[in-house]
T-cell receptor, first 112, second 114 residues
Framework: GAGVSQSPRYKVAKRGQDVALRCDPI?????LFWYQQALGQGPEFLTY????????KSGLPSDRFFAERPEGSVSTLKIQRTQQEDSAVYLC??????????FGEGSRLTVL | SQQGEEDPQALSIQEGENATMNCSYK?????LQWYRQNSGRGLVHLIL?????REKHSGRLRVTLDTSKKSSSLLITASRAADTASYFC??????????????FGKGTKLSVIP
């Protein structure tokens, strides 16, 4: 596709449910990032992949958060046993190497 | 945690005026980037300035970088209502094994009044 695609755009989950958020990066982009953005705040780094290798996961807030990119293309961010504080917009971005990031529209998660 | 700190947090100007946003950061960087975000949308890259550059222009945008003061500024000239958005600076630091960190500030919310 022409840009980074994220799905679902909106997700409402009951507290305790597991959710999976998908990111389709721009074809050929090596680097893939996940960010979490709370309302009115800047994006907070979660994790970074270079191809299929997860090189940095220092931003994942707890062991309930898990990300994968098994074939170096599509990535999934999984949140287990969701809590209300997980409510946020989850942004995915990809880039060629170390240049500008191309962002998707984000997945807005609301945990009730 | 967020490395950059934008100033001001919010800015309201009349169409046609210039808008200046500042960004301060704490650690060494390889480059600094500015992004724009319209409400409810993803971020869009505006401009990248490398650590050995002092100034860069792109259309109505002018970015400066002072690594000694660990600060950058974004100037939008002749603003338009369509420039209304949040603007974020992002610092980039290359670490070992091919990895790099791109860290955003909290942003400046710009309102351009027609």
């Amino acid at each position: 596709g022409a840009g980074v695609s994220q799905s679902p755009r909106y997700k409402v989950a009951k507290r305790g449910q597991d959710v999976a958020l998908r990111c389709d990066p721009i074809s050929g982009h090596v680097s893939l990032f996940w960010y979490q953005q709370a309302l009115g705040q800047g994006p907070e780094f979660l994790t970074y992949f270079q191809n299929e290798a997860q090189l940095d996961k220092s931003g994942l807030p707890s062991d309930r958060f898990f990300a994968e990119r098994p074939e170096g293309s599509v990535s999934t961010l999984k949140i287990q046993r969701t809590q209300q504080e997980d409510s946020a917009v989850y942004l995915c971005a990809s880039s060629q190497q170390t240049g500008e990031l191309f962002f998707g529209e984000g997945s807005r998660l609301t945990v009730l | 945690s967020q490395q950059g700190e934008e100033d001001p947090q919010a800015l309201s100007i009349q169409e046609g005026e210039n808008a200046t946003m500042n960004c301060s950061y704490k650690t060494s960087i390889n480059n600094l980037q500015w992004y724009r975000q319209n409400s409810g949308r993803g971020l869009v890259h505006l401009i990248l300035i490398r650590s050995n550059e002092r100034e860069k222009h792109s259309g109505r945008l002018r970015v400066t970088l002072d690594t000694s003061k660990k600060s950058s500024s974004l100037l939008i000239t002749a603003s338009r209502a369509a420039d209304t958005a949040s603007y974020f600076c992002a610092t980039v630091l290359y670490s070992g094994a091919g990895s790099y960190q791109l860290t955003f500030g909290k942003g400046t919310k710009l309102s351009v009044i027609p």
